[in-house]
């Protein structure tokens, strides 16, 4: 079975603080497929990324950033200098032999002004 | 603007009303899938269809009915619905769900949120 935990419900920052959004995960694959997806307000969940279980590598793009720890079953989502237009919830989601993604509950993030 | 499109946006219906929801893709994918989304809960997969055949049902009430008449589009019908049935159902497509290539991302629509009175 596969299971995505987001223990972050909610999460308020003010703008141009740095954020991390946690994800923990749960499968018996040896290969997956994380990802993250972003829910605006309008409702559809843009994806922001994929990482697969070979690639620890971290990666930054522009003031995202994500951490894959394996060892620890985390892939945990880190905004930079946090702009307003951040708020969202955010998802994250696991893709395994079952072919069905799983995703976690979500983190509603809000940045303040 | 993701590439599937959703309609209607809102939706309020009786319990004793029949309704669809549509979702259209325009990214010449292969797979389309409908998840419910409930206040404060993960999201649900409930149909899955690749080239228009369903390969997964995951336990949804028989009052909710899919129809994929082609690649490009995916019916919700609905009918006699419980109020606990109000959600955000989504749509989305990816390129395939072939059982040796599973890592391609969805792409959602915006949804239609349903209210059930």
């Known amino acids: 079975a596969q299971k995505v935990t987001q223990a972050q419900t909610e999460i308020s920052v003010v703008e141009k603080e740095d954020v991390t959004l946690d994800c923990v995960y749960e499968?018996?694959?040896?290969?997956?497929?994380l990802f993250w997806y972003k829910q605006p307000p309008s409702g559809e969940l843009v994806f922001l990324i994929r990482?697969?279980?070979?690639?620890?590598q971290n990666e930054i793009s522009g003031r995202y950033s994500w951490n894959f720890q394996k060892s620890t079953s985390s892939f945990n989502f880190t905004i930079t200098a946090s702009q307003v237009v951040d708020s969202a919830v955010y998802f994250c989601?696991?893709?395994?032999?079952?072919?069905?993604?799983?995703f976690g509950s979500g983190t509603q993030l809000t940045v303040l002004p | 603007e993701t590439g599937v499109t959703q309609t209607p946006r809102h939706l309020v219906m009786g319990m004793t009303n029949k309704k669809s929801l549509k979702c259209e893709q325009h990214?010449?994918?292969?797979?389309m899938y409908w998840y419910k989304q409930s206040a404060k809960k993960p999201l649900e997969l409930m149909f899955v269809?690749?080239?228009?055949?369903?390969?997964e049902n995951n336990s949804v009430p028989s009052r909710f009915s899919p129809e994929c008449p082609n690649s490009s589009h995916l019916f919700l019908h609905l009918h006699t619905l419980q109020p606990e049935d109000s959600a955000l159902y989504l749509c989305?497509?990816?390129?395939?769900?072939?059982?040796?290539?599973?890592?391609?991302?969805?792409?959602f629509g915006q949804g239609t949120r349903l209210t059930v009175v």
């Open positions: 989305a497509s990816s390129q395939d769900i072939t059982a040796t290539d599973y890592n391609t991302e969805a792409f």
């Open positions: 499968t018996r694959d040896t290969t997956y497929y």
């Open positions: 990482r697969n279980s070979f690639d620890e």
């Open positions: 989601a696991l893709l395994g032999s079952a072919r069905q993604l799983t």
């Open positions: 990214l010449g994918h292969n797979a």
């Open positions: 269809y690749s080239l228009e055949e369903r390969v």
